[in-house]
């Protein structure tokens, strides 16, 4: 103590050593993990993490609403709605730079909403829905007038024939010749009725003109049905999770199955920038699948990382498969399951 008065009046300057701030741990982005239809109907958003701010905003043609999350990841996600209001709703990928999340909600009529945003912070948006018209109210048929009853013809009466002159005495008269019956005449024959028109190609024909589009989508498809092991593997990377050493070996097998696929085939145009993704997600699943089989203990960050990007490009292929009308119908079953 009286060392410190003694510096404190002899002017030296007292050295105070400043401490430094702690750097903050970066925040952990969050993910969607469930999307619900509840009665009402109610859409619950579910995520691992706090949720931003919603922006929400309405379509037409077909109805819908959606909701964009800035700064929150997703892999692709189909759920049945009620059928009344709800068909479906979805959630994919819908931005990297900047990553945004897109949640569309398909609608069976227009519908007004209102968000609770009470539990943002735990991770959990609920968006209420009310269709604007009486839901199974039936529309109204305008009444049909009743066509007129077609006028009976006329009933004419034959005219009574003479009555014969008298005959003189001793002679009879003819017999009056029998009346010739009425000629009908034959209605007219009606026009034959036009030949209905024929019905439009389906779009499984129109797309059956296109070869190289029909061999490329064939392909991919074979290719894509036999990764499920590959993206099991990739989730539990992702989450930080060890895998044992037959597993990686299986999702080796499926990635090299993939990345053959892919090399052989010629994409048409449009199916250019899928293709790309789906390179690119052989990419990141060989350098996850190195990291994590090298790791003896816990399972690297870059290895998650990579991981998280490969199954983040998968969902984003996927999202366009589902967007092109030529890859709809035969990617169904698997984009649902996805």
């Known amino acids: 103590m009286r060392f410190l008065v003694v510096m404190l009046l002899s002017g030296a300057p007292a050295v105070v050593?400043?401490?430094t701030p702690a750097t903050p741990a970066p925040a952990k982005i969050a993910s969607i993990s469930g999307v619900a239809v509840a009665p009402g109907p109610v859409v619950t958003i579910t995520a691992t993490g706090p949720l931003p701010t919603p922006r929400v905003g309405v379509l037409q043609g077909p109805d819908r609403i959606y909701v964009d999350l800035a700064g929150?990841?997703?892999?692709?996600?189909?759920r049945?709605?009620?059928?009344?209001?709800v068909t479906t709703v979805?959630?994919?990928?819908?931005?990297?730079?900047p990553l945004v999340t897109r949640i569309?909600?398909?609608?069976?009529?227009?519908c007004s909403y209102s968000v609770n945003k009470l539990q943002q912070a735990e991770g959990r948006l609920e968006i209420s829905l009310t269709p604007k018209s009486p839901v199974g109210a039936p529309a109204a048929v305008p009444a049909r007038a009743a066509a007129p009853a077609p006028a009976s013809p006329a009933r004419v009466s034959a005219p009574a024939p003479a009555s014969a002159p008298a005959s003189p005495a001793g002679i009879s008269a003819p017999a009056p010749a029998p009346a010739s019956p009425a000629r009908v005449s034959a209605p007219a024959s009606r026009a034959p009725a036009p030949a209905p028109a024929p019905a439009p190609a389906s779009r499984a024909r129109k797309n059956s003109s296109d070869p190289a589009m029909r061999r490329y989508l064939a392909k991919l498809k074979s290719a894509l049905d036999t990764v499920e092991t590959l993206r099991d593997v990739l989730n539990d990377i992702d989450q930080g999770h060890n895998v044992p050493p037959e597993r990686l070996s299986s999702a080796r097998l499926e990635l090299a199955h993939l990345q053959a696929a892919l090399n052989s085939a010629h994409p048409p145009s449009k199916f250019e920038e899928v293709d790309g993704l789906l390179k690119s997600v052989g990419a990141f699943a060989s350098t996850a699948l190195d990291l994590a089989s090298k790791s003896t203990g816990e399972v690297p960050k870059n290895a998650s990382s990579a991981a998280a990007g490969a199954l983040m490009m998968l969902d984003r292929a996927l999202a366009q498969l589902d967007q092109n009308d030529s890859a709809k119908d035969q990617f169904a079953a698997l984009l649902v399951g996805w």
């Open 72 to 78: 929150v990841s997703t892999r692709t996600v189909k």
């Open 104 to 110: 569309v909600i398909d609608l069976t009529q227009p």
């Open 17 to 19: 050593s400043a401490q």
């Open 80 to 85: 049945t709605g009620d059928g009344a209001v």
């Open 90 to 97: 979805r959630a994919a990928q819908h931005g990297i730079d």
